[in-house]
């Protein structure tokens, strides 16, 4: 999609209603909000209703050599419990949520294409056997999650329960990195693939958010802007200690050193990020080299949940 093609898509779905209102509604796509803990007049419909975006419940996987990728497709990858897994963005893109399994642990496969973040989590263990689907519903541009036992409303970037009976809880974060095919197929020679043998009939080859990573301007709004850097600029975001804090890709150009790599100290801890400008990612450790839970997201998306987030500066 072009961007003439983008803007005439972003036209249409305000002309139609596809956007939704950002309206003060108690119940919207059958979720009460009521008593949610985020203001319900931010809450808004992305256009499919509930479940009109289908979780992939029975996720089958091929092999790193079977995988019909090109070395520049985006992928989340994990590894745990002695298994490699790449998820593909291109197929992420029609589904958002993958229920698997890493041996007897299940785990939650999260992606948002209006905000580029990927995300994944141990579910509560009230959840594990329904797993998780897909509201229809955005707060600050963000995909809503919902759990099937529950009908609970869960934010991804909060990574919280906002609404129904497990409101306030948190979902616990499992590390994963979000990168080139070629970047985790190196790491992982051995890694398995998510096929495009989902039960649905998509076209997996054909991006429907292609361009919109590129164009100045948002959908749907968010409550809080931050002019300091692009609308959709690639940023690394980390929360130590309470503490929260973005490190812009335009600015790690600059500050890393040749290996790719920065020191930096965050609310009492020492910490490395690893930046690789070929692969368009970055990752942090701890002072022991231990992942440590970042999310890559375009700049709004990161700003928008953490307006009070500490930057990076240029050297």
């Known amino acids: 999609m072009n961007r003439r093609h983008l803007a005439a898509w972003i036209t249409a779905s305000a002309t139609t209603g596809w956007m939704g209102t950002a309206g003060a509604e108690p119940v919207l796509n059958g979720f009460d909000l009521s008593q949610a803990s985020v203001p319900i007049g931010h809450i808004e419909r992305g256009g499919p209703p509930k479940d009109g975006i289908p979780a992939i419940d029975r996720p089958r996987f091929t092999s790193a050599a079977a995988a019909k990728l ?23 893109n029609w589904h958002e949520v993958v229920n698997d399994r890493f041996g007897a642990r299940s785990v939650v ?48 970037i909060l990574s919280t329960a906002i609404s129904g009976p497990l409101k306030g809880s948190v979902l616990p974060s499992v590390p994963l990195s979000h990168t080139s095919w070629a970047d985790w197929r190196r790491r992982h020679p051995g890694t398995e693939v998510l096929s495009t043998d989902t039960g649905y009939e998509r076209d997996y080859a054909r991006d429907p958010y292609a361009g919109y990573d590129r164009v100045p301007r948002l959908i749907f709004d968010v ?3 931050d002019g300091r850097h692009p609308l959709k600029e690639w940023v690394l975001g980390l929360r130590v200690n309470g503490t929260a804090k973005a490190y812009p890709f335009g600015v790690l150009e600059r500050a890393v050193d040749r290996s790719g790599t920065l020191h930096d100290t965050v609310a009492g801890q020492r910490l490395t990020i690893h930046y690789d400008r070929v692969q368009r990612t970055a990752e942090a450790v701890d002072e ?13 998306a990161w700003v928008a949940f953490h307006p009070d987030t500490e930057v990076l500066s240029a050297p």
Do not use: K
């Open 223 to 225: 409550q809080h802007r």
């Open 70 to 92: 090109a070395d520049d497709d985006r992928v989340l990858g994990i590894a745990r419990e002695g298994i490699a897994r790449a998820y593909p963005v291109r197929i992420l």
């Open 288 to 300: 022991r080299g231990r992942p440590l839970t970042g999310l890559m997201a375009f700049w709004f």
């Open 109 to 156: 496969v999260t992606y948002c294409p209006l905000c580029g973040t990927g995300m994944a989590f141990e579910p509560p263990a009230v959840t594990r056997v329904a797993g998780f689907g897909v509201s229809g519903l955005l707060y600050n541009s963000d995909v809503l999650l919902y759990d099937r036992a529950t009908q609970s409303l869960w934010s991804q």
